[in-house]
């Protein structure tokens, strides 16, 4: 279960990967709406605690592949037909949630990736990243938190450097 640090580095290096060499999108705004997209399926757990709506609902439909196109669609209506390119890449961003919770679940639940048309959880069981065997304790959390960091935040700035001085576009 990475934490919200995971999500929002690898949501923000999602953009900034994809970013052209265009000062408007390279700006931190672009990286932060990026990165509170990345996190933003987990806001599913207002519904698990907030409504008291069940345990079962986390990691479900706001982690699929459809919802991840629902916000996509949402982007593009925001920004507009002329900046789809945008709207893919931060639906991109949004859609890396649910595939580093795929990708880095060993023991705990998986993702529920082809919601609506399945409610089977998917994990790769290769890794576990942050998964808490023991119970949420803050010298857990904050363990983890420092383990997420050196793996995602020298990730984002390769990609930041390598994107200042080589043009892909
Ligand atoms: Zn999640």
Redesign the pocket.
Known sequence: MPLPISHGLVGASVVALNQPQNPILCSWQSLLLSALLAIS??FDFFLVWGLQLGRGLH?GFT?SLIFAGVVTALMLMILGISRIREAIIYGSAYLS?ALL?FSTTKFGGGVELLWPFSTQRFKLELIGLSEFPIGFKLSEIIKYSVIELMIFVPLLLIILLFRKFVILD
Do not use: I, S
Request: proline share 17%; hydrophobic share 0%.
């Open positions: 399926p987990d990691r982690h949630h919770d």
